[in-house]
């Protein structure tokens, strides 16, 4: 072993010491390592010449760029702001946009209380986006705007879209698809918050298509206001006024209006195929009305449905039922806002309560929708099977009440139309033979019998300054010694002319007036024959006084008229019997001889179901005008037929195809009615001498009838028996 110490180990405790080295030497302190320098960044060398001019002038010009665009942007943003904001304080309370007609709305009742006819601008009420059917309110998102509910009022995506197909299909940027959001399109409905101002000299038709106008400008400002709009009002209260303010065709201002008048049931009702329907309609309100073309209207139906599946609001198994079973119209939509009936009680009624109305009306009228049917049918079939194919023959037919209520009017072959001519009301045309009941009336007042005998002879009369007139008969023949029934009923006209001249001409225009026909009656003899004109519901009125007894009624649609949400009428019926033209019983024997007319003489082919009937046939003059009109106890229908412009019927009198039109009319009317006699006076038999009668005040000795009407007329007219060319204007 060494005998040399070994050197020990320096205790831990020895560290911890304050620095005093105990047996051993201090250590040196440990140098440090020189601190790494970081290599200099080396610049990039700058370029001179021309480049690093160009190079400096590019990037101070994007400086100054970026400089303006920020500022400028929000400058414009600023002045947005204050914009919207003062479109913001103008904005009225939602319930003052909700109705924005200029115009009221006109809804008519039938004699049952039902609706069949609506005018004016409907609004069938307030409706909300919550409280439509949701597939209304899925069909219009997806047809008009399926962002709706993420944008701001502005869709710039829809706006570029638009202006690239525009731009696509040849036209200017802002023509034809506009991109325009459901909000803006209800800020164009509003017209951007101008109202029209009557005073501007403006009219309400070039204040509209100022509205409607698409400059810059106005696309800026709609812009502005719809983004106001959506600040003010919350995304369904802007989509209720859509619902409410919408134009969606045949006269219906909103959902609720549309609903009603297109499918007869509330907007909250509609189901996928109607709602979808009502959402094509907005497009084009008028083209595609389903009351103008069905199939149209059912084929856009078909695109929007598609559309609602695409945007998931209807699986592929709803959206081929709807498609498959595509929306109908109500009844009351088929009737085409009631036809010539309602454009009647429209003309006939108050102005300011119907055509040019600005409250909601509702107006209870006298038509029996039966009744309606019936005619229309009834014209229709006679058209269908018995007039040659393309004839442009026109008819009409009314059909009343023996006080004047009408039940039934058709004022031409097209039957479902509305704003039409109407034949029935407005066409003048001549009387023909059916004015001759009105000659027979006046004398039976006088004290004529039915049985009274007047000689069916050649007759001439001298008219001063026209020369010598003579009437001939439909047949050019003569009968002879003929009761005054028989006269009626085979339509001669002779002695039709000899009453006319032996009660007189003022007496028998005074009897005609009175009963209704209001225009200016012929001055001379031909006033027998039916030379004055009249329309058919005048004289298918007068008809209706001798039914009832001899009282004069004035024809009437109206049966009352009030306001939308009140329970009192303004207004009743200014229509109904009025005063008394002839006796009861001259108007019963009047009766029983009309009703010869149909059961021997020239009505003949009226007749049905065993019913005693009562009627006159009337032919013009060249066969211009044909008439049927007749009774029976319950019901009174007249008929005209005949060309607008005037030409000659081709084989056609009154007693042939008029009459028929009326036999097919009046069966339907009394399907399923009682059978009831007529109210008429069957008289004794014929007498040798007749009543005494009355002419111009001078009394007139009782003897045979022939001798004397004959021997008034000559004292009047002078005797002569030769003929001349008279007028022809009977029938058969």
Same mark, same amino acid.
């Given at each position: 072993?060494?005998?040399?110490?070994?050197?020990?180990?320096?205790?831990?405790?020895?560290?911890?010491?304050?620095?005093?080295?105990?047996?051993?030497?201090?250590?040196?302190?440990?140098?440090?390592?020189?601190?790494?320098?970081?290599?200099?960044?080396?610049?990039?060398?700058?370029?001179?010449?021309?480049?690093?001019?160009?190079?400096?002038?590019?990037?101070?010009?994007?400086?100054?760029?970026?400089?303006?665009?920020?500022?400028?942007?929000?400058?414009?943003?600023?002045?947005?702001?204050?914009?919207?904001?003062?479109?913001?304080?103008?904005?009225?309370?939602?319930?003052?946009?909700?109705?924005?007609?200029?115009?009221?709305?006109?809804?008519?009742?039938?004699?049952?209380?039902?609706?069949?006819?609506?005018?004016?601008?409907?609004?069938?009420?307030?409706?909300?986006?919550?409280?439509?059917?949701?597939?209304?309110?899925?069909?219009?998102?997806?047809?008009?705007?399926?962002?709706?509910?993420?944008?701001?009022?502005?869709?710039?995506?829809?706006?570029?879209? =638009?202006?690239? +197909?525009? %731009?696509?299909?040849?036209? $200017?940027? &802002? !023509?034809?698809?506009?991109?325009? #959001?459901?909000?803006?399109?209800?800020?164009?409905?509003?017209?951007?918050?101008?109202?029209?101002?009557?005073?501007?000299?403006?009219?309400?038709?070039?204040?509209?298509?100022?509205?409607?106008?698409?400059?810059?400008?106005?696309?800026?400002?709609?812009?502005?206001?719809?983004?106001?709009?959506?600040?003010?009002?919350?995304?369904?209260?802007?989509?209720?006024?859509?619902?409410?303010?919408?134009?969606?065709?045949?006269?219906?201002?909103?959902?609720?209006?549309?609903?009603?008048?297109?499918?007869?049931?509330?907007?909250?009702?509609?189901?996928?195929?109607?709602?979808?329907?009502?959402?094509?309609?907005?497009?084009?309100?008028?083209?595609?009305?389903?009351?103008?073309?069905?199939?149209?209207?059912?084929?856009?139906? =078909?695109?929007? +449905?598609? %559309?609602?599946?695409?945007? $998931?609001? &209807? !699986?592929?198994?709803?959206?081929? #039922?709807?498609?498959?079973?595509?929306?109908?119209?109500?009844?009351?939509?088929?009737?085409?806002?009631?036809?010539?009936?309602?454009?009647?009680?429209?003309?006939?009624?108050?102005?300011?309560?119907?055509?040019?109305?600005?409250?909601?009306?509702?107006?209870?009228?006298?038509?029996?929708?039966?009744?309606?049917?019936?005619?229309?049918?009834?014209?229709?079939?006679?058209?269908?099977?018995?007039?040659?194919?393309?004839?442009?023959?026109?008819?009409?037919?009314?059909?009343?009440?023996?006080?004047?209520?009408?039940?039934?009017?058709?004022?031409?072959?097209?039957?479902?139309?509305?704003?039409?001519?109407?034949?029935?009301?407005?066409?003048?045309?001549?009387?023909?033979?059916?004015?001759?009941?009105?000659?027979?009336? =006046?004398?039976?007042?006088?004290?004529?019998?039915?049985?009274?005998?007047?000689?069916?002879?050649?007759?001439?009369?001298?008219?001063?300054?026209?020369?010598?007139?003579?009437?001939?008969?439909?047949?050019?023949?003569?009968?002879?010694?003929?009761?005054?029934?028989?006269?009626?009923?085979?339509?001669?006209?002779?002695?039709?002319?000899?009453?006319?001249?032996?009660?007189?001409?003022?007496?028998?225009?005074?009897?005609?007036?009175?009963?209704?026909?209001?225009?200016?009656?012929?001055?001379?003899?031909?006033?027998?024959?039916?030379?004055?004109?009249?329309?058919?519901?005048?004289?298918?009125?007068?008809?209706?006084?001798?039914?009832?007894?001899?009282?004069?009624?004035?024809?009437?649609?109206?049966?009352?008229?009030?306001?939308?949400?009140?329970?009192?009428?303004?207004?009743?019926?200014?229509?109904?019997?009025?005063?008394?033209?002839?006796?009861?019983?001259?108007?019963?024997?009047?009766?029983?001889?009309?009703?010869?007319?149909?059961?021997?003489?020239?009505?003949?082919?009226?007749?049905?179901?065993?019913?005693?009937?009562?009627?006159?046939?009337?032919?013009?003059?060249?066969?211009?005008?044909?008439?049927?009109?007749?009774?029976?106890?319950?019901?009174?229908?007249?008929?005209?037929?005949?060309?607008?412009?005037?030409?000659?019927?081709?084989?056609?009198?009154?007693?042939?195809?008029?009459?028929?039109?009326?036999?097919?009319?009046?069966?339907?009317?009394?399907?399923?009615?009682?059978?009831?006699?007529?109210?008429?006076?069957?008289?004794?038999?014929?007498?040798?001498?007749?009543?005494?009668?009355?002419?111009?005040?001078?009394?007139?000795?009782?003897?045979?009838?022939?001798?004397?009407?004959?021997?008034?007329?000559?004292?009047?007219?002078?005797?002569?028996?030769?003929?001349?060319?008279?007028?022809?204007?009977?029938?058969?």
């Amino acid at each position: 072993m060494s005998d040399s110490p070994k050197r020990k180990r320096p205790l831990v405790a020895d560290k911890r010491t304050s620095g005093k080295a105990s047996g051993a030497a201090k250590k040196a302190p440990a140098k440090k390592a020189p601190a790494r320098r970081k290599p200099a960044r080396k610049s990039a060398p700058r370029r001179g010449g021309p480049i690093g001019w160009l190079s400096a002038l590019v990037r101070w010009v994007m400086r100054l760029i970026w400089v303006i665009t920020w500022r400028v942007t929000v400058v414009a943003m600023l002045m947005l702001a204050v914009a919207v904001g003062y479109f913001y304080t103008t904005l009225p309370p939602l319930e003052a946009l909700l109705d924005g007609r200029a115009r009221g709305s006109v809804t008519m009742l039938d004699r049952n209380g039902e609706v069949f006819a609506w005018r004016g601008d409907q609004f069938g009420g307030v409706v909300t986006a919550t409280s439509v059917s949701p597939h209304l309110k899925n069909a219009v998102i997806a047809t008009e705007d399926k962002r709706f509910y993420q944008h701001f009022g502005v869709s710039p995506r829809g706006v570029a879209s =638009a202006v690239r +197909i525009n %731009l696509s299909e040849g036209r $200017g940027p &802002l !023509s034809g698809h506009g991109g325009s #959001t459901i909000t803006q399109q209800v800020a164009k409905l509003l017209c951007l918050g101008e109202p029209f101002d009557a005073t501007s000299g403006q009219t309400e038709k070039e204040y509209e298509a100022e509205c409607r106008r698409s400059s810059l400008k106005r696309k800026a400002k709609e812009a502005v206001y719809s983004m106001a709009m959506e600040a003010k009002y919350s995304k369904d209260d802007i989509l209720s006024i859509y619902l409410n303010r919408a134009y969606m065709g045949g006269g219906a201002f909103g959902a609720e209006a549309a609903a009603q008048r297109f499918f007869g049931k509330p907007a909250s009702a509609l189901k996928p195929a109607e709602g979808a329907m009502l959402a094509g309609l907005l497009t084009a309100p008028t083209t595609l009305s389903p009351t103008n073309n069905l199939d149209r209207s059912q084929n856009r139906a =078909a695109t929007v +449905i598609r %559309l609602m599946r695409d945007q $998931g609001y &209807l !699986s592929q198994a709803e959206a081929d #039922t709807a498609i498959n079973n595509p929306a109908e119209l109500s009844e009351a939509a088929e009737a085409k806002a009631g036809g010539y009936f309602a454009d009647w009680v429209m003309s006939s009624g108050p102005e300011f309560f119907t055509r040019n109305t600005t409250e909601d009306v509702i107006i209870k009228t006298t038509l029996d929708q039966r009744i309606q049917r019936a005619a229309e049918d009834g014209l229709n079939w006679v058209f269908d099977n018995k007039v040659r194919a393309g004839s442009k023959a026109q008819a009409a037919v009314v059909i009343m009440s023996a006080d004047g209520a009408v039940r039934g009017m058709v004022g031409g072959r097209k039957t479902n139309v509305a704003g039409a001519f109407n034949r029935a009301s407005q066409a003048m045309r001549q009387t023909g033979s059916a004015f001759k009941p009105f000659i027979y009336a =006046a004398a039976l007042d006088l004290g004529y019998s039915p049985n009274d005998l007047i000689e069916d002879a050649p007759y001439c009369l001298d008219i001063p300054g026209s020369g010598q007139w003579c009437p001939k008969n439909y047949t050019n023949s003569f009968k002879g010694n003929v009761t005054l029934t028989t006269a009626l009923k085979d339509s001669l006209n002779i002695p039709a002319v000899k009453v006319s001249e032996s009660v007189g001409r003022e007496v028998v225009s005074q009897v005609a007036t009175m009963f209704g026909i209001k225009s200016d009656l012929a001055a001379g003899p031909a006033l027998a024959l039916g030379a004055s004109e009249s329309t058919l519901i005048e004289m298918t009125g007068a008809y209706a006084g001798i039914l009832n007894g001899g009282s004069s009624v004035k024809p009437y649609g109206l049966i009352n008229l009030t306001l939308q949400g009140d329970t009192e009428p303004l207004m009743g019926t200014s229509g109904g019997i009025g005063e008394r033209v002839i006796q009861e019983d001259a108007a019963l024997q009047l009766v029983y001889m009309m009703e010869k007319v149909v059961s021997e003489g020239t009505g003949g082919r009226a007749k049905f179901g065993g019913r005693e009937l009562a009627g006159k046939t009337g032919t013009t003059q060249a066969n211009r005008d044909a008439w049927f009109i007749g009774f029976s106890a319950d019901y009174v229908a007249g008929v005209w037929m005949g060309y607008d412009d005037n030409t000659p019927l081709t084989g056609v009198s009154g007693g042939g195809l008029p009459t028929e039109i009326w036999h097919e009319v009046m069966v339907r009317v009394h399907e399923g009615m009682p059978n009831r006699p007529l109210p008429m006076i069957i008289p004794a038999p014929a007498v040798v001498e007749a009543p005494p009668v009355q002419q111009q005040n001078v009394p007139i000795r009782r003897q045979d009838p022939v001798s004397l009407i004959d021997q008034v007329l000559r004292d009047i007219f002078g005797g002569g028996s030769s003929q001349g060319n008279g007028g022809r204007t009977g029938d058969r």
